[in-house]
């Protein structure tokens, strides 16, 4: 096959890739589960200069469902909680202290919360500091509504790749016509069969996300719906059945 061929292969190959990332990066930044790719798109504004997040702070994930941020100095804290809100607003933020939250690990091995030593905070953790805040982001809760929500938009920006991937497709397609001429029909039938398995392995690798997408979002609903039952169980504990009262019995002849 002929140089110019297998350079509109790559290039084609390049773009289709590049949908498929950016599929992958929208649906990250559908959140759903806590991933901290979902925080790359956070810029913090210090009246100076921008900056990353990862410039201004630590990240760990303390569970499936929660993120928490661990400012490198206190006074960027209020830029860090503005510009995640400007990228994720539907994220619950709670300020915890460190402090209180290791003396209470101290009290109570059972306490919930992240462990210092497990993040690997414990150089940056000073006991005597006044400021030991740190930021805890709780991804939204997935009822029935917001699970009905995020599948139709997950399913909306597969289609949407899928689209694109074929109008690619046949741009690649349009492309090789031009270089026809410098080709024998040997290598158009090859450079054709390249283009169509390389188009069914991305749209195979779409699908692919979609369905870990569409699991994600079940498995986040199936907790909500486990965390609601725990709740009512805590409100309405299980009675015992009342004893029976002979003396209160009634004779029916």
């Keep these: 096959m002929n140089t110019i061929l297998i350079k509109h292969i790559n290039d084609t190959q390049q773009k289709m890739g590049a949908y498929l990332s950016l599929l992958d990066l929208r649906y990250k930044n559908l959140c759903v589960k806590a991933d901290p790719v979902s925080l790359l798109p956070v810029t913090i504004d210090t009246g100076t200069e ?35 809100f400007e990228a994720h607003p539907e994220f619950k933020l709670e300020i915890r202290d460190m402090n209180e939250e290791r003396k209470n690990k101290e009290n109570d091995s059972e306490e919930e919360g992240p462990d210092m030593s497990q993040l690997g905070l414990d150089e940056a953790f000073d006991e005597d500091s006044e400021e030991t805040k ?50 024998s029909e040997k290598d158009m039938q090859e450079a054709r069969q390249d283009l169509k398995d390389i188009l069914e392995d991305v749209k195979d690798k779409a699908d692919q996300k979609l369905q870990e997408k569409q699991l994600e979002i079940e498995e986040a609903y199936q907790h909500y719906l486990e965390q609601q039952a725990d709740d009512l169980n805590e409100i309405q504990p299980p009675q015992d059945e009342p004893d029976f009262d002979v003396s209160k019995a009634v004779k029916i002849t």
Aim: with cysteine; charged share 25%; hydrophobic share 40%.
């Design 50 to 84: 921008q900056l990353d997040l990862e410039n201004v702070a630590n990240v760990s994930i303390p569970n499936e469902f929660q993120l928490a941020i661990y400012p490198h100095i206190p006074a960027y804290t209020h830029d860090i909680v503005r510009g995640v």
């Design 134 to 183: 740190y930021l805890l982001y709780t991804m939204p809760e997935v009822d029935k509504n917001r699970r009905d929500f995020l599948n139709n938009g997950v399913s909306a920006l597969h289609q949407q790749c899928k689209v694109r991937l074929d109008a690619e497709y046949a741009a690649g397609l349009k492309r090789f016509e031009e270089a026809e001429i410098y080709s």
